[in-house]
């Protein structure tokens, strides 16, 4: 089955039960589907949109960012929005794919989440073992 990233935003928001305060995707969630998905989980969405991007109707929130792109340029904009913390958070995934592997092995999902959970912790002991003291001499 073929969807895109978009299609699936709202299957991965709505389970949820702890508050979402801001939720950063890429230029593919620059959708109404998506933006209304963030809107009723509470959140705020950093999306930057389409480089052509029209406004949409008024008081919507995706115009803010569409005026401030307008204004200052996608680079700005995205530090601005603080849009640049997105490439840390997939920094974090590739490094715990790099040391975990790709593929879970649970297929329930209760039972996924307590493997990610595992895979967290371990890698965070060995975070904690690893780093070093400073000591002044």
């Known amino acids: ?7 699936v935003l709202g299957n991965l ?8 305060d801001r939720v950063t995707r890429d230029g593919a969630y620059d959708t109404r589907g998506c933006y209304d998905e963030i809107a009723a989980k509470g959140a705020v969405a950093r999306i930057p949109p389409r ?18 792109m307008h204004l200052l340029g996608l680079k700005q ?9 997105r490439s840390l ?3 974090g995934i590739y490094r715990f794919k790099q040391l975990t592997g790709d ?3 649970s297929r329930i999902f209760n039972s996924q ?6 895979k967290a912790k371990v890698i965070n002991t060995m ?3 690893g780093m070093p003291e400073y000591q002044e001499y």
């Open 127 to 129: 975070n904690g073992l």
């Open 51 to 68: 480089e052509n991007a029209q406004y949409w109707e008024k008081g919507h929130p995706r115009n803010s960012a569409t005026i401030l």
């Open 103 to 105: 593929k879970l092995k």
């Open 89 to 91: 958070a997939e920094t």
């Open 13 to 20: 928001l709505r389970p949820l039960r702890r508050n979402v």
């Open 77 to 85: 904009w995205k530090e601005k929005s603080g849009y640049h913390e």
């Open 113 to 118: 989440h307590m493997e990610v959970m595992i």
């Open 1 to 7: 089955m073929n969807v895109s990233d978009g299609e």
